[in-house]
Each structure stands twice: as structure tokens, then as C-alpha cells.
């Protein structure tokens, strides 16, 4: 699937179309790895061993690919300084921070409901 570049017609922006890039944006920063990174940044400035150690579990290559889509999509920023080795920093940027907001409410939510959530899995599993 191909997806359009947005021309800031309504239709392209539409999640409930196949080739909509919001489908897409949604589709990439809809992931948890994202969504931990997202959190993990916050208002901070972190190296990637850092954020590796903020996001456990997550593998050299996820974090690169993530991080590459957040910057792809202008979540995130990347700088890198001119030292040996190179030191390289992660920052979210304004549409970054906005986004973070709706991320600490879907954790707010997980924390608000994570025993009625437990309690149901146990249910429908026995």
C-alpha cells in the first residue's frame, strides 16, 4: 500500500481511508516502544545508552527504528556532538511534547485500571 502525501484536502487526513497518511503517523507512533520512548523522554534530554536503560527491554534495534520514526515524523530530535566517541542526544520537540500528553493519559489509564484489567484476563482465561 502506497500511502498519498498529505495536500491538506480533509480526505487525506481521514484514519478510516487505506492510503490516509494519518493512518500512518497514527500506525507509527501507536506502537509501545514509542509510547515508552515517548514517556521516557518527557521533558528531558537523553543519550541512547540512557534511553536504552529508561526502556528496559527494549533491543539496540528497536530503539534505533523508533527513534528514527520519531524523528522521521518530527516527534523527536536528534542532535550529535562532534566528539570521540560521539555523543548523541534525544530530545522531543514541540509536536513531541504535545504528544506526550495523550501518552501520560493512556499510562494514567493503565495504572487507573490495571487490577479491573488483571481481574478481567483471569476471568475470561479460567
Same mark, same amino acid.
Given at each position: 500500500?502506497?500511502?498519498?502525501?498529505?495536500?491538506?484536502?480533509?480526505?487525506?487526513?481521514?484514519?478510516?481511508?487505506?492510503?490516509?497518511?494519518?493512518?500512518?503517523?497514527?500506525?507509527?507512533?501507536?506502537?509501545?516502544?514509542?509510547?515508552?520512548?515517548?514517556?521516557? @523522554?518527557? $521533558?528531558?534530554?537523553?543519550?541512547?545508552?540512557?534511553?536504552? %536503560?529508561?526502556?528496559? &527491554?527494549?533491543? #539496540? /534495534?528497536?530503539?534505533?527504528?523508533?527513534?528514527?520514526?520519531?524523528?522521521?515524523?518530527?516527534?523527536?530530535?536528534?542532535?550529535?556532538?562532534?566528539?570521540?566517541?560521539?555523543?548523541?542526544?534525544?530530545? @522531543?520537540? $514541540?509536536?513531541?511534547?504535545?504528544?506526550?500528553?495523550?501518552? %501520560?493519559?493512556?499510562? &494514567?489509564?493503565? #495504572? /487507573?485500571?490495571?487490577?479491573?484489567?488483571?481481574?478481567?484476563?483471569?476471568?475470561?482465561?479460567?
Amino acid at each position: 500500500m502506497v500511502t498519498k502525501q498529505f495536500a491538506g484536502a480533509a480526505d487525506e487526513a481521514d484514519l478510516r481511508r487505506a492510503d490516509s497518511l494519518a493512518r500512518e503517523i497514527f500506525s507509527d507512533v501507536a506502537n509501545k516502544w514509542a509510547l515508552l520512548i515517548i514517556e521516557a @523522554l518527557g $521533558e528531558r534530554t537523553l543519550r541512547f545508552s540512557e534511553l536504552r %536503560d529508561e526502556v528496559e &527491554g527494549i533491543s #539496540h /534495534k528497536m530503539l534505533t527504528q523508533n527513534l528514527r520514526m520519531l524523528e522521521r515524523n518530527g516527534l523527536a530530535e536528534r542532535k550529535v556532538h562532534p566528539t570521540v566517541p560521539p555523543r548523541v542526544e534525544y530530545t @522531543l520537540t $514541540e509536536p513531541g511534547q504535545a504528544l506526550r500528553a495523550t501518552v %501520560d493519559l493512556i499510562c &494514567g489509564w493503565t #495504572h /487507573k485500571y490495571f487490577g479491573h484489567i488483571e481481574t478481567a484476563r483471569q476471568r475470561f482465561d479460567a
